[in-house]
């Protein structure tokens, strides 16, 4: 069963303190070219997934990146950073990862639709 978390920010890990949690991905992709005024910027998505005793925490992201500079941006219409827990055996996370992780590019595919031009007066 999976459990969905909206996040505004930082959230403490499910992990017991002084226990880590495992690593089992971390992966981002450019998800299209996007033009915001004269700058060109890209849309990109990341997870970074950890495991600890039977939990799988996949933590999901949106932004535009300049390409020139590196300058970060959240516009109101990419989704907004989430969490999504599942509880499932250790073997099993890297591929749920690498789904839940599909679906979010998918999702963030979607949210773009036909924004190839942006103005700075739209809410970037």
Excluded: C
Excluded at 27 to 42: L, T
Excluded at 80 to 107: L, M, S
């Amino acid at each position: 069963m999976s459990k969905l978390i909206e996040s505004g920010g930082g959230r403490p890990k499910a992990g017991r303190p002084g226990v880590p949690m495992k690593k089992v991905i971390s992966i981002s992709e450019i998800v299209a070219p996007i033009q915001v005024e004269n700058d060109r910027y890209e849309v990109w998505a990341s997870a970074e997934a950890d495991y600890h005793e039977g939990t799988l925490e996949v933590e999901l992201d949106s932004f535009l990146r300049r390409s020139a500079d590196d300058e970060h941006l959240s516009p109101s219409w990419l989704p907004v950073k989430q969490t999504v827990i599942e509880q499932i055996d250790f073997e099993e996370g890297n591929p749920a990862a690498r789904e839940i992780f599909e679906n979010w590019v998918k999702r963030v595919r979607r949210a773009i639709g036909k924004r190839l031009v942006v103005r700075r007066s739209s809410p970037v």
